[in-house]
C-alpha cells in the first residue's frame, strides 16, 4: 500500500480543481476562467479572462474624483471606497462574461505591493470569495501584473527588459519568467506619477478648467502641450550616479522652489493659477522624460553587456499609469532605436490599475502551474515587496558611462 502524506494529498486536490469545467452559458467554451480582482491603491478592478487571454467581462470603479477633491489619497478613505464597492465590481464583471463563481477555476488577486488597507479588502473579499466557491487562489505581485500584462497582447517572449513607472513605484527590471526577475534599479523616493501629483496639485490644477477631472500626470501632460519646456530649465536627477536607480524628491524641490518664485513675483498667493503653467508643466515633464530615458540607457547597455536579453529582437516594455505619457513614450523612443530595441507599451487602459492584468497574471500562474495556493490557505498582504532579485548594486559598479545621444523629443 503506498503511503500517502498530506501534502500529496492536498496536491492532489488543488489538481482536482484546476481542471476545466465546461461552462454552461458563458462566452467561453472549455478553457480554464481566472477571476482577477485588484484594490492595492484606489481603483477597485475585476475581470474574467479564459486561458487564452480573451477578455470575457471587466469592471472597474476609480476612486480618483474623490481623492483629487481630498488633495491626495487618504488611506481610510481609500479603504471604504473599496469596501462600497467591491462586491458590485466582481458582480459586475462576472455578469458581463456570464460566468458563474463554480465555472471559475481560480480567482487571482493583488496581494502586494500597495496601501495596506486597500489591499486588505481585495484579499479579505477574495478567501471568502474562494472558500465559499472552494476555488484555488493565485496572490499576485502587483509589479509583476505590471509588467506581464504586454504578453496578454504581444506574443513576446522572455527575457526582455521593463520599465514600470506608476504612482506608487519606479523600476527597472529584466522579466526572465513569470515570476523571475532581475532587478536593476527602483526608486530612491518617490515614483515619478506621485511626483507629478504633487506638483499638479502644488500648481492647483484642479482650478483649470481643462484639468479638473484629469489625474496630476494626466493634466501634465496635457498642459505641457502648449508649454516652452525651454523657459525653465530643472536639473536632470543623478547625472553624477551611474546606476539605473531613480530619483524625484530632488526635482520636486526645484519645481516648488520655481513656482513659489513665480507666486512673488506674480504677486499671487498659493493656491493661485500660475500664468507661466503650461511652461512649467512643460519643462517639468521634459525633466522626467529626460531621467527616465537616461536611466533606461543605462540599463540597456548593461543587458548588452552581461548578454541578459536576446539577441534577436530584444524588447523594453514600458507600463504603469504614467507609461500613458505619450511624450515620455517618444523619449524612450529615442533610446530604443538608438540601442537596436523593440519599445512595446500596452495600450493607456492596461497600463493604469485594473483587473484585467491581474486576471493575466493568474492565467500566466496557471499555464505554468506556479504559485497557486488551496482555498483555505491563510495569506497575508505585504505593502512593501521587492520585485525579483536585487542586482542594483552590481549595475552601480558597473558605473556604465553613457554616451552622448540628442534627445530632441518632438512634442
Ligand atoms: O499604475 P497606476 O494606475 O497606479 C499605481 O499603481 O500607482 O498609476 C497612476 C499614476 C498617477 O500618479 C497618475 O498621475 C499617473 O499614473 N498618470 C500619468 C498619466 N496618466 C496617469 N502620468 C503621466 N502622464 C499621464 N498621461
Ligand atoms: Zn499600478
Redesign the pocket.
Known amino acids: 500500500m503506498t503511503l500517502i502524506t498530506m501534502s500529496q494529498c492536498r496536491a492532489r486536490s488543488l489538481q482536482r480543481l484546476l481542471r476545466c469545467k465546461p461552462a454552461s452559458g458563458s462566452k467561453a467554451s472549455c478553457s480554464r476562467l481566472v477571476l482577477g480582482i485588484e484594490t ?4 477597485t478592478g475585476a475581470a474574467v479572462m479564459d486561458e487564452t487571454g480573451t477578455i470575457l467581462g471587466e469592471s472597474l470603479h476609480s476612486q480618483k474624483e474623490v481623492h483629487l477633491r481630498n488633495g491626495g489619497i487618504i488611506p481610510t478613505v481609500a479603504q471604504q471606497l473599496h469596501r462600497e464597492n467591491i462586491e458590485r465590481v466582481v458582480q459586475e464583471a462576472l455578469d458581463r462574461s456570464g460566468v458563474t463563481p463554480a465555472e471559475l477555476c481560480a480567482v487571482a488577486t493583488t496581494v502586494k505591493p ?1 496601501l495596506a488597507l486597500s489591499l486588505g479588502v481585495g484579499l479579505q473579499f477574495s478567501q471568502r470569495f474562494v472558500r465559499e466557491h472552494n476555488k484555488p487562489f493565485i496572490p499576485i505581485h ?1 509589479m509583476e501584473a ?1 509588467a506581464l500584462t504586454v504578453r496578454m497582447l504581444h506574443p513576446l517572449t522572455f527575457p526582455f527588459l521593463v520599465l514600470l ?5 519606479s523600476l527597472l527590471a529584466v522579466a526572465r519568467g513569470v515570476r523571475d526577475f532581475l532587478l536593476l534599479g527602483h526608486t530612491l523616493d518617490e ?4 511626483t ?2 504633487k506638483v ?1 496639485r502644488r500648481l492647483s490644477l484642479r482650478k483649470h478648467p481643462q484639468c479638473f477631472t484629469l ?4 493634466a ?2 496635457l498642459l505641457a502641450k502648449d508649454g516652452d519646456r525651454k523657459r525653465f530649465g530643472f536639473r536632470t536627477p543623478m547625472g553624477q550616479t551611474p546606476d539605473c536607480c531613480f530619483s524625484f524628491a530632488g526635482l520636486r524641490n526645484q519645481i516648488t522652489m520655481l513656482i513659489k518664485k513665480k507666486e512673488a513675483e506674480e504677486g499671487v498667493e498659493e493656491g493661485t493659477l500660475l500664468s507661466c503653467v503650461n511652461d512649467i508643466a512643460a519643462a517639468t ?1 521634459h525633466t522626467v522624460a529626460l531621467h527616465l530615458a537616461k536611466r533606461t540607457h543605462r540599463a540597456v547597455l548593461f543587458c548588452k553587456a552581461n548578454d541578459l536579453l536576446p539577441s534577436g529582437n530584444p524588447t523594453l516594455v514600458l507600463s ?3 507609461a ?3 511624450y ?1 513614450r517618444k523619449a524612450l523612443m529615442i533610446i530604443t532605436e538608438a540601442t537596436g530595441l523593440r519599445l512595446l507599451c500596452p495600450p ?1 487602459k492596461f ?3 485594473n483587473g484585467v492584468m491581474i486576471a493575466w497574471n493568474g492565467v500566466e500562474r496557471l499555464r505554468e502551474g506556479n504559485g497557486i495556493l488551496p482555498p483555505d490557505v491563510d495569506v497575508s498582504y505585504e505593502p512593501k515587496a521587492p520585485l525579483g532579485v536585487d542586482i542594483s548594486a552590481e549595475v552601480r559598479a558597473a558605473a556604465i558611462r553613457l554616451p552622448s545621444i540628442q534627445l530632441k523629443i518632438p512634442n
Open positions: 492595492s491603491c484606489d481603483d500597495g502587483h505590471h513607472v506608476s504612482g506608487g513605484h515614483a515619478p506619477g506621485d507629478l501629483d499638479a489625474s496630476g500626470g494626466q501634465i501632460e515633464q504603469g499609469g504614467v500613458s505619457n505619450q515620455i493607456a497600463c493604469t490599475d
